[in-house]
């Protein structure tokens, strides 16, 4: 079993739907967890970072954590074509030499 | 933002060269750089660790011989693959982390396309 599960997709929706992505893990130390956006060919951007279970909106973007369900998400409210790419969400923990343990990515395809 | 820069973007070298792919951290001093491996539609696997002033450290199964890492200065890391073979053929990323910002976030590279025939 792999310590971080997200599907692969792809996944496909309308343009102005909201979509939700999602990750699991097994490693109950993490601690903090990110949201990566990478375009074809182009290195991760940080999208939304959390730390510990709660919610974190930032514009059009929420992202959600719950530690006792080990499981985290997050929705893009109103979303474009734009936003047509590979999310990879990502962990890690205090004492964790800042290793991050990354998802396989979902790649996401919004269509007009 | 933090903006990490790779060069070059894109290289194709023939079969026992070696390639040096550079990773700098443009607007914030790094004294931490990792670097992964990513193969296509699979996610990123971190390959090393790089500490300013001192020696990398690998993940298991990744040969520093094979992949030599230096971190010479708070903004440039260089992964060098010596001898490289068709099977190290893959988009390597490097990220940066930077303390004043978060404890935890890296910023990624846009990557280098390494093709060897």
């Known amino acids: 079993q792999k310590e971080v599960e997200q599907d692969p997709g792809p996944l496909s929706v309308p343009e102005g739907a909201i979509v939700s992505l999602n990750c699991t893990y097994s490693?109950?130390?993490?601690?903090?967890f990110m949201w990566y956006r990478q375009y074809s060919r182009k290195g991760p951007e940080l999208l939304m970072y959390t730390y510990s279970s709660g919610n974190k909106e930032d514009g059009r973007f929420t992202a959600q954590v719950d530690k006792s369900s080990k499981y985290i998400s997050l929705f893009i409210r109103d979303s474009q074509p734009s936003d047509s790419a590979t999310y990879l969400c990502?962990?890690?923990?205090?004492?964790?030499?800042?290793?991050?343990?990354f998802g396989t990515g979902t790649q996401l395809k919004v269509e007009l | 933002g933090a903006v990490v820069s790779q060069h070059p973007s894109r290289v194709i070298c023939k079969s026992g060269t070696s390639v040096k792919i550079e990773c700098r951290s443009l607007d914030f001093q790094a004294t931490t750089m990792f670097w992964y491996r990513q193969f296509p539609k699979q996610s990123l696997m971190l390959m090393a660790t790089s500490n300013e002033g001192s020696k990398a450290t690998y993940e298991q199964g990744v040969e520093k011989d094979k992949f030599l890492i230096n971190h010479a200065s708070l903004t440039l890391s260089t992964l060098t693959v010596t001898s490289a073979h068709p099977e190290d053929s893959s988009f390597y990323i490097c990220s940066a982390r930077d303390n004043p910002r978060g404890y935890n976030e890296q910023f990624f590279g846009p990557g280098t396309r390494l093709t060897v025939l």
């Open positions: 990502a962990m890690t923990f205090t004492g964790g030499g800042n290793k991050l343990t």
């Open positions: 490693n109950s130390a993490f601690q903090y």
